[in-house]
């Protein structure tokens, strides 16, 4: 067993000492990290196949940033590029980021009875969608010079302008109404991978019979920030032993 301090609980592990030993050295490390660790992203559109040059298969890590920055600038094609966010964070802390656009539609109507009349309405119920890239990730030390990564991504698209179909209303005056019909499409993967210090990592799937949609991610570490204490309150202190 190991002991987890300021948790007040204790990990269970079955295994080989040397598999015990790696977790208590790994856990002890997470408990020390004090440095920040910057994650940068860029998210790309390119003709189906366009990656197989640089990743045979789903993903490729590199030793360094300016090695997937040199790979891709070789790719004998025009890239799009959606957006490249960048996140900072603790060690095993979670964080994301969206880039998105919220696009209102008429989903429907509903038939309403107002005053003065008492007379009838046709009142629009709008829906909204919200189409941009969705990041989230959470990246940790794994040993010296190695981070681990855990990316969860999503693309979403709404093919524009919507298309609309009419609609028969009961509204006096009324005997059809358009209503949107919207054309989403999105992707999303999840990806767990081990990064060299300075490193990067390409993610590549489909993102539609035309296109491959690719995610690349670059980790480094960032500047060391001391975490404020909490207070004694949070620390469990009683107000019998506050002075």
């Known amino acids: ?37 910057e994650i940068e992203t860029r998210f790309l559109v390119g003709p189906r196949g366009a990656f197989k040059q640089v990743a045979e298969g789903a993903s490729k890590t590199f030793a360094t940033k300016a090695g997937v920055d040199a790979a891709i600038t070789g790719l004998e094609t025009s890239l799009d590029v959606i957006n490249a966010p960048r996140l900072l964070c603790f060690n095993l802390q979670s964080t994301s980021i969206s880039c998105a656009d919220e696009v209102a539609y008429v989903k429907e109507y509903q038939v309403r009875f107002v005053e003065p009349g008492p007379q009838q309405i046709a009142d629009p119920i709008i829906e909204t969608i919200q189409a941009g890239t969705f990041l989230n990730a959470r990246a940790f030390e794994l040993r010296d010079g190695y981070y681990g990564l855990v990316i969860d991504a999503k693309v979403v698209d709404v093919k524009r302008p919507i298309a609309t179909k009419k609609v028969r209303i009961s509204v006096a005056g009324m005997e059809e109404v358009e209503v949107g019909v919207p054309e989403i499409t999105g992707i999303q993967f999840t990806a767990e991978v081990q990064i060299a210090d300075g490193g990067a990592a390409l993610f590549v799937t489909p993102r539609d019979e035309t296109r491959d949609f690719a995610l690349v991610v670059s980790v480094r570490r960032g500047e060391r920030v001391l975490r404020r204490s909490p207070p004694p309150s949070a620390q469990g202190e009683t107000p019998a032993e506050k002075k």
């Open 1 to 37: 067993s190991i002991a987890c301090p300021g948790s007040g609980g204790t990990l269970v592990v079955r295994g080989s000492v040397e598999q015990t030993a790696w977790i208590g050295a790994f856990l002890e490390r997470q408990r020390a990290a004090v440095d920040t660790i």
